[in-house]
């Protein structure tokens, strides 16, 4: 009876697992497909003869390798960002002491109810007066800091040792300096699963970009690919070659770092 | 602890950030869904007036507005329970003994939560193709005639929700899993002592256990669901006959399609207060629930 169950469970597991990856292994399948090939009924599984046609002619018809460097440009500049003005943040409100500390801390938390939409048409006006509008910095200017990013760090900071702060002041370290060289490295671990979130959530993003961008030019690959889904609603070949471009950077990144990005989602769900 | 000046320096860059790009425009979305805030006002902020009201007085009697937010209810009604419910049975499938390579299943049930969601959004649509997608033909193999999933107005909303269980569920089922995890298994060893079967097991232990992360699982789902908009934008632009029409995607017409900003604002805010409604009822509920 045992090894009947323990048949049964692998199996169900097996099954769940397969039709949770199938569309992205066939979707890796029918970008490497030949025009029209997956337009036919019975739908192909495997291309007659893989090709990367599509690919070439997603960076040399569609413009594709210009939005890939807008995503990669925006994401970077997003992460680096807002890891810089989170950690600082974070580490202050665990460890440094101000006028108003824990009350701003409550209104931060209290503000996470906030659907980040309710901003969205004001934010728009006022990155318009400033100019931001249709460019990079209308996307990362808003991005620099997040009250969960914060959160998070704060979080972890708390369990750093004052004594370890006061022996660095003692010996007449300033602060900037026991920042630089002693609190970053304590950090590091929530630094990266901050790193990671951060970097897929800026890659993913749609909405705003969508708003914001207007010149093609700026597009990310998600408003890019958005577009051209709306415009080559036939040429699937080509649409999946745009979904396997934008979507397996964050793919690989996951499954590298899927240890820092757990600990992130577990971290974050903790959040009362 | 000391050292009061420098932790201005500290925290004043992102609480700058926080207040300028998010807390101002919160408020300024109140105050902007009392204005006529509209294409003319945009090119002339005299010609801005107050409204009161307004803004939302003819939103109320705006019938798209209306099937919008119904739209987005049975989005949330059914998508919130199927998600949660294939999250919980997938966490306690991982979470058997049994399984084996669980490391390796939990990364390929996680998957497609890291996905872009526009990338993935393109793939269904091909999915749902009524006339070579492979979900058709799979059906088509067990005897089920070819279902038009993003044409036909009772089935467009169904195939988004297909769609975002799929999507979604490895979120939740990690966050299952973390609890799983963290009972104490002296509590079954307790309760199998008793003599307790497995079911049991699972309704008075597990069950108990779990209910906090339930309670906060509901919550975050449930605020999260009422924010669909890229699935309906990619797959079915809100059709067909506007039967995936979200609020948010009204909310993206009617402010950066029509530049109705003032009406806009006056939907984020709706939609934001029907939120805080749902879950300050679900706190309360889950309060009442622990203490008797």
Known sequence: MPGLAKLFVNGVVLGVATITVAPLVWMLSVSLMSP?????????????????????GLFARAGMGGYLVNSVVLTTAVTL????????????????????????????????VIPSQVAMVPLFLLLKH??????????????????????????????IPDELLEAARIDGAGEFRIFRSIIVPVLRPIVVTLAVFTSLGAWN????????????????????????????????ELMMA?????TLPVLLVFLVLQRYYIRGLTLGSLRE | ??????????????????????????????????????????????????????????????????????????????????SIGVSFG????????????????????????????????????????????????????????????????????????????????????????????????????????????????FRHVTLPMLAPIVTMVNILTIAGYFQLFAEPYVMTQGGPLQSTVSVLYFMYEEGFKWWNLGSASAVAFLLFLFIFAVTAVQLRLARWTHAS
């Open chain 2, 90 to 201: 997938a966490a306690l499938l991982l979470h058997s003994r049994l399984v084996r390579f669980p490391g390796l299943f939990r990364t390929a049930l996680f998957a497609p939560v890291v996905t872009t969601l526009v990338a993935v959004a393109v793939i269904w649509r091909y999915l749902f193709n009524p006339h070579y997608g492979l979900l058709n033909y799979a059906l088509s193999r067990v005897g089920v005639s070819p279902i038009d999933w993003l044409g036909d107005p009772s089935w467009a909303m169904p195939a988004i929700i297909v769609f975002a269980v799929w999507k979604n569920f490895g979120y939740n089922m990690i966050i299952f899993l973390a609890g799983l995890q963290s009972i104490p298994e002296p509590l079954y060893e307790a309760a199998r002592i008793d003599g307790a079967s497995i079911w049991r097991q």
């Open chain 1, 205 to 236: 993003d749609f909405m705003w970009p969508l708003i914001v961008l207007s010149d093609m030019d700026l597009y990310t690959l998600p408003v890019a690919l958005a577009s051209l889904s709306r415009e080559h609603v036939q040429d699937n």
């Open chain 1, 130 to 159: 400033l100019g931001l509008v249709n460019t990079y910095g209308g996307i990362v200017v808003p991005a620099l800091a997040s009250i969960f990013g914060i959160f998070v760090v704060r979080q972890y900071a708390l369990s």
């Open chain 1, 81 to 112: 960002g807002s890891l810089l003005f989170n950690v600082a943040a974070g580490y202050a409100f665990a460890k440094l002491r101000f006028a108003g500390r824990d009350r701003i801390f409550k209104v931060l938390l209290g503000a996470l």
């Open chain 2, 1 to 82: 602890m000391k050292s009061v000046g420098a932790a201005w320096w500290f925290v004043a860059p992102a609480l700058v950030v926080i207040g300028v790009f998010f807390v101002l425009p919160v408020f300024a979305a109140l105050a902007m869904s009392l204005t006529d805030f509209d294409i003319y006002a945009l090119a002339d902020s005299r010609n801005l007036r107050l409204v009161g009201l307004r803004n939302y007085a003819e939103l109320l009697q705006t019938p798209l507005f209306w099937k919008a937010f119904r739209n987005t209810l049975y989005f949330v009604v059914v998508g919130v329970p199927l």
């Open chain 1, 36 to 56: 029209g090939e997956a337009s036919t009924f019975p739908p192909p599984l495997v291309p007659g003869r893989p090709t990367l046609d599509n690919y070439r």
């Open chain 1, 242 to 246: 745009g979904a396997v471009l934008t």
